[in-house]
Nanobody
Framework: QVQLVESGGGLVQAGGSLRLSCAASGFIFRTAAMAWYRQTPGNLREWVASIESWGGTNYKDFVRGRFTVSRDDVNNTLYLQMNSLKPEDTAVYYC????????WGRGTQVTVSL
């Protein structure tokens, strides 16, 4: 059974940094393309960044240059390093597989204050 557990969110001032983690289990993590998504109240969940099994990355324009997605295939963990955070980055952040999405985890709340 696939499990995705996000952590690392919190309250941070604008310009600050956070590092999110996604602990994955129940599938062969090293072969999976993974992504981070985020959702704000009343809005659809949106894609933020992704990383292929071979390490190639892609980013939504509004985070490119500020966020970095990475993976640890030994520990089956996906990361999102978020720098220069803005209030508009406030959201619940989720991880998931790209090509065979699993049930969504609980996400981790990121709140950026002015």
């Amino acid at each position: 059974q696939v499990q995705l557990v996000e952590s690392g969110g919190g309250l941070v001032q604008a310009g600050g940094s956070l590092r999110l983690s996604c602990a994955a289990s129940g599938f062969i993590f090293r072969t999976a393309a993974m992504a981070w998504y985020r959702q704000t109240p009343g809005n659809l969940r949106e894609w933020v960044a992704s990383i292929e099994s071979w390490g190639g990355t892609n980013y939504k324009d509004f985070v490119r240059g500020r966020f970095t997605v990475s993976r640890d295939d030994v520990n089956n963990t996906l990361y999102l390093q978020m720098n220069s955070l803005k209030p508009e980055d406030t959201a619940v952040y989720y991880c998931n597989l790209i090509r065979h999405p699993a049930n969504w985890g609980r996400g981790t709340q990121v709140t950026v204050s002015l």
